[in-house]
């Protein structure tokens, strides 16, 4: 942990805010950053299809790495959980989920990780409620989505991927529920179109780098893969027409990166991303990995491997 | 750990407050002014009167001998009436006097009224030693409600002394200080009068701001103002502005107080068991008592520092009416960025803030007169965390103010106060969070409109009746947008920075919560006793838009319904010894839903009032003339207490239920003294511990806002033209829930803690020593400068304020609270 230096001026500043809104005079920094491998780390869970419906199939993968590069098949058990969290939890799933109590295993086999997304999913973690309970619905993300938790253990690392799951509109007019139902496609998960770094304008392939040298990375995606979907406005009662945002994450071995994260809100037409990785200062293999989502749960994710002269 | 050099900036960081002023000319206004600091000379409406008498030891061998004398004491007395000091004016030898001192200690008066509100004030009284013939004399006789003079008492022999009643008080020898008060002391009650409270050190000279250092009280987190009061949460404790409801005491960061120092005449905190005049509160009740306007001349009050700029202009404009106006805004959000980075005002969150009062008088009568009252206070918050990063974009816009405005009438004789004051206003809160793609709005707007009256009245010679309206009613327009868990409530455990859930809903709502209190209460003397008994008639009518979540376009179905209860309160105050007195008191309380809390979709239509009961035992003794100390031991206990549900699937419209209770019990202790030749100082220490559950739950849990130990020690001592002033402060930290694990979410792409018991750890406690100094520097022509230097936790103690995370809750660090902040000021009154 260490405090940034400031100058006397900002200290000034600082004091002069901090008394007018009595914000504390010292947080603590963290040298630990999310973007640096140093172990055993599952960064994402991906379904194929993104969005299911229940009682259809998915095919579930991970990206499972540690500091020697990516896990081909490590040791891995999957489950759904179907423990509902509380109405007012934080969390994205229930503390539940943590214990073997609420989990429904799914199969490994060699073919890979093929689940059933719950029958009763849409009750468990979306609006459904059975006729006559007069129970609340769940609420929807905010994208309008509901999702089912699925949980990873491998490496001895614990994950949870959640599934988008197709579920009917609840609380809303017949007309904008058939409306709805007309317009809305399932989420696809994005594809990366290409890493590249920038050298000025120009992109080029990115395969080497040499030691201490920081090169702008760029992370391309096609622009349909920031979908438009339709979003039902309780508070208007109309459906909206809105896009997705796109998210990526960074990964690196050795060195380091100038952000943990970057990407595009729906209002943004962009369709890549940039980011600076600072190469290390000794010589070797690092690698990187990005993972991209998508706001409606989609994910994509690629690697590489390069050579630090 | 903070690096050695940035400690040291720290350490060098100095916040000058420069005020700048300009004049209106005015001559000769110092001694006179209301608004400066400087007491005023008022109108006396009403002498004090002899409720209680005791009759003195005739001294033996005077009696003997058959020797009557006349000793002439001043007497001072407080605004409830009690003799605070009592000298000798004219001996009559030493063995006369000190028996005479001794009764007179005893006595209890009605107290004095200064333009119209009981008020301290000082008298001349005559003690008469003679000698009576008759055989039958009165041991304890009866004083006279309005005793006749007797300037030459017949010296008729008595074997038992018959003193005789007392002088009234000439008004030439009646002297009442500028420190007066208008409503009466509750019991238990606390009451700093502007005076001093401007002295304390770390406040920068916000009278308001001395409620912190009270018993009782805990010390409220940095970067808020909140009131926790005998482990009452913020919400539960009221505050009243001359008997009128306001929503806050301080504006929004702490920083100040919703009324100018310049507008109080004094401020007492009720931690609980207090009256059947109040309610509506589970906590306790801060009572702001106007100030009265000066009649003898205008007085004009310009300044600005580095965190606000405030205007007064008061005078008189007949011989009948007077008006004074305050306004005060802040503009430290346009300053810093002068002095910083563009960013800053993005990364630290600057509020704004501002606050007007303007106060009509007119004299009715010679003991009747009406006050015509508008206030209103705003607070504005912008911040935004930008990133490039969509999910990690965090925002926060904050809006709040309210305004009031109301007619005070005033009537008094001499059995009787009346007072009655209609008031209306609105009261508007917009919070607006985004986390990432998660919004969390809530925007509350109130009509407000209430009646508070009461009618005290004496009955007989030992006994007052105080028949009382309280009258609240509370209109909202309530739109809600987002996450459940935003904003949180007691009983949540997350930590710091924590995003919220990213389950959103949507909501609008229309509620009217109207609560008509009548009530009535009597006060009996007996003996050395005092009883108050007293009743509550609750009447609360609750009113929704909706029972039911909005289904598309389906109509609204609303709800009404009625709830009544009677809250007995009691009190009893008993002179055990000279200079003791102990009082006990206790009471039922309800508290009414928050609009919010009444949402169909985010809250619990059906919720009803919380209840809470109070109890308190006090032990007062006087030390010394000036000096007292108060133990004082308090139990509350609380039921029907909204909190989330603790089902995954909870029934349609009952996200909240009624299923909370606490309890919340301690001591505290307060060693006071007065401000006397210019010093004053006190100390206080409250233990105590609160605690929660939900109904059915083995143990009790931490409350959220427990604090075991709370210490304040205030001193301040003028010296010519100096006064030096030390504050320090010291208390346990807050309970945390610690963080035992975490899990990784993928699809957000960041880790959730997982938790250990709830409120099983706590901060690290708090110590901090701030010092003050001014010297006041006569102009002449009536002004006067006043400069202070306020220096806030002198040694540089790092204090824990709040416990934070690395990304993946692996490891712990600790946001420390501010280093040492000087602050200079001015001030010029003229």
Redesign the interface.
């Known amino acids: 942990m260490h405090t940034t230096p400031i100058s006397r001026a900002t200290v000034a500043a600082l004091a002069l805010a901090a008394i007018a809104a009595g914000v504390p005079g010292c947080e603590p920094s963290f040298s630990d950053r999310p973007s640096l491998v140093s172990g055993p780390k599952i960064l994402a869970v991906r379904s194929e299809p993104a969005e299911a419906a229940p009682g259809t199939a998915v095919v579930l993968s991970a990206l499972v790495v540690d500091t020697q590069g990516t896990v081909t098949a490590p040791p891995s058990a999957w489950g759904f959980c179907r423990a509902p969290k509380l109405v007012a939890e934080n969390a994205a799933v229930s503390p539940d989920c943590t214990g073997e109590a609420a989990i429904a295993p799914i199969a490994n086999t060699l073919g890979g990780v093929t689940g059933t997304v719950p029958p009763d999913a849409c009750s468990l973690f979306g609006p459904e409620t059975a006729s006559g309970s007069n129970l609340r619905p769940r609420d929807p993300d905010p994208t309008g989505g509901f999702y089912t938790p699925v949980r990873l253990r491998a490496n001895e690392q614990m994950a949870f991927g959640l599934l988008r799951t197709r579920c009917d509109l609840a609380n809303a007019p017949g007309d904008i529920v058939t409306a709805f139902a007309q317009a809305y496609q399932a989420n696809k998960n994005p594809r990366i179109a290409s890493l590249t770094r920038v050298d000025d304008v120009k992109e080029a392939a990115f395969a080497s780098a040499t030691r201490g040298e920081s090169v702008r990375l760029r992370i391309r995606w096609a622009d349909a893969d920031a979908e438009h979907y339709p979003f039902y406005d309780a508070t208007t009662v109309t459906l909206i027409d809105r896009r997705e945002s796109i998210r990526v994450s960074f990964y690196t071995t050795a060195g380091s990166f100038d952000l943990d994260r970057s990407g595009r809100d729906e209002a943004d037409p962009n369709t890549f991303t940039d980011d600076v990785w600072h190469a290390p200062g000794d010589a070797g293999t690092v690698h990187l990995w990005f993972v991209l989502r998508d706001s409606r749960g989609g994910v994509a994710f690629t690697t590489t491997s390069i050579t630090v002269d | ?3 050695r ?2 400690k040291a ?2 350490l ?4 000058t407050l420069f005020a700048c002023t300009c004049s209106i000319h005015a001559v000769a206004q110092e001694k006179s002014s209301d608004v400066g600091g400087a007491p005023a000379k008022r109108r006396l409406t009403k002498m004090p009167k002899l409720e209680r008498f005791v009759p003195a030891e005739y001294p033996k061998a005077r009696r003997d001998k058959g020797e009557t004398a006349s000793v002439l004491l001043t007497i001072e007395l407080s605004a409830t009436g009690e003799v605070t000091k009592v000298t000798v004016q004219a001996s009559a030898g030493a063995d006369f006097d000190e028996a005479a001192i001794a009764a007179a200690k005893q006595f209890h008066f009605e107290p004095a009224e200064v333009d119209n509100k009981p008020a301290p004030a000082k008298i001349t009284y005559r003690y008469d030693f003679t000698l009576t013939p008759s055989p039958s004399p009165s041991p304890n006789p009866s004083p006279s409600p309005n005793p006749s003079p007797s300037p030459n008492p017949s010296p008729s022999p008595s074997p038992n002394p018959s003193p005789s009643p007392p002088l009234p008080p000439p008004p030439d020898v009646t002297t009442v200080e500028a420190r007066s008060t208008t409503s009466r002391k509750e019991t238990g009650g606390v009451r700093v009068s502007a005076d001093e409270a401007r002295r304390v050190p770390g406040t920068q000279g916000d009278v308001l701001k001395v409620v912190q250092n009270l018993p009782g009280v805990s010390r409220p987190p ?3 103002g909140q009131l926790v009061v005998w482990g009452s949460a913020p919400n539960d404790t009221r505050v009243l502005i001359d008997g009128v409801e306001v929503p806050a005491l301080y504006h929004g ?3 100040r107080s919703v009324v100018s120092s310049d507008f109080v005449s004094s401020v007492e905190l009720s931690p609980g068991a207090f009256g059947a005049e109040y309610g509506r509160g589970l906590g306790g009740l801060v009572r702001v008592d106007s100030r009265n306007i000066a009649k003898d001349g205008p007085h004009t009050f310009v300044a600005a520092d ?2 606000d700029a405030a205007v007064m202009h008061a005078r008189p404009i007949t011989e009948d009416v007077r008006a004074s106006v305050l306004a005060r805004y ?1 503009y ?2 346009a ?2 960025p002068l ?3 563009r960013d ?2 993005a990364t ?4 704004r803030y501002g606050d007007f009062q303007a106060k009509t008088t007119f004299d009715l009568g010679p003991r009747e007169s009406v006050d015509l009252v508008g206030l209103g206070s705003f607070d504005a ?1 912008d911040r935004t965390v930008s ?7 965090r925002s926060v816009q904050s809006r709040s103010s309210f305004e009031r405005v109301y007619a005070r009438w005033v009537s008094s004789s001499q059995s009787q106060t009346s007072i009655v004051t209609p008031f209306a206003g609105y009261e508007d809160s917009r919070q607006a969070l985004h986390f990432g ?3 969390a709005t809530l925007d509350v707007g109130s009509a407000v409109y209430g009646l508070r009256a009461s009618r005290r009245e004496k009955v007989g010679e030992r006994a007052h009746v105080t028949v009382g309206m309280d009258a609240l009613g509370r209109a909202s327009n309530v739109s809600r ?1 987002g996450s ?2 935003l904003p949180p409530r007691e009983g ?1 455990v ?1 930590v710091f920075g ?9 909501d ?1 709502e229309k509620t009217h919560v109207l609560n008509v209190a009548p009530d009535v209460a009597t006060d009996i003397a007996i003996g050395p006793a005092t009883f108050t008994l007293g009743v509550r008639m609750e009447n609360y009518l609750i009113e929704g838009s909706r029972q039911t ?5 389906t109509p609204e179905i609303g709800f009404s319904r009625l709830e009544l209860a009677f809250d007995p309160r009691a009190a009893a105050r008993i002179r055990v010894a000279d200079g003791l007195v102990v009082t006990a008191a206790g009471g039922f309380y309800r508290q009414a839903p928050a609009p919010e809390d009444l949402s169909a979709v985010f809250g619990t239509p059906a919720l009803s009032v919380s209840k809470a009961t109070h109890a308190s035992l006090a032990e007062e003794v006087r030390v010394t003339e000036t000096t007292t100390v108060e133990v004082t031991e308090f139990v509350k206990s609380l039921s029907d207490l909204p909190v ?12 909240l239920t009624q299923n909370g209770e606490g309890r919340s019990f301690g001591a505290q202790l307060l060693v006071r003294q007065e401000l006397t030749r210019g010093f004053f100082a006190w100390l206080s220490y409250t233990i105590s511990r609160s605690e929660r559950r939900i109904v059915g739950d083995d143990r009790y849990r931490l409350f959220d806002y427990d604090q075991p130990h709370v210490l304040a020690a205030v001193a301040s001592y003028e010296v010519g033209r100096f006064t030096f002033g030390l504050r320090f402060r010291a208390s346990s930290g807050y309970p945390r829930t610690p963080v035992v ?1 975490s ?7 960041r880790y ?4 250990g018991a709830q409120n099983a750890a706590r901060l690290p406690a708090f110590y901090q020593l701030d010092a003050k100094i001014d010297r006041v520097f006569p102009l002449g022509l009536g002004r006067k400068l006043t400069v202070y230097l306020d220096v806030e936790n002198v040694t540089a103690h ?1 204090n824990a ?2 416990y ?1 995370y ?3 809750y ?2 712990r ?7 040492t ?1 000087a ?1 200079v000021g001015a001030r010029l009154d003229f």
């Open positions: 750990m903070r690096s050099s940035a900036a720290w060098t960081a100095c916040v940095l970067a808020s960061s702490g920083l580095t965190l802040s430290l959000d300053l810093v002095v910083s980075s800053t005002g630290f969150p600057i509020p918050l990133s490039p990063d969509p999910g990690s974009v793609g998660t919004p947008q459940l868990t949540d997350s924590q995003p919220p859930g990213d389950d959103v809903a949507t609008r979540p909005k289904v598309g376009l989330r549900t603790q089902l995954p699937s909870p029934i349609l419209a009952r996200v694990a899990t990784y979410d993928a699809k957000n792409d959730d803690p997982v938790f790092d304020e709040e934070v690395s990304f993946d692996a490891r660090g600790i946001i420390t609270g501010l280093p902040i602050v």
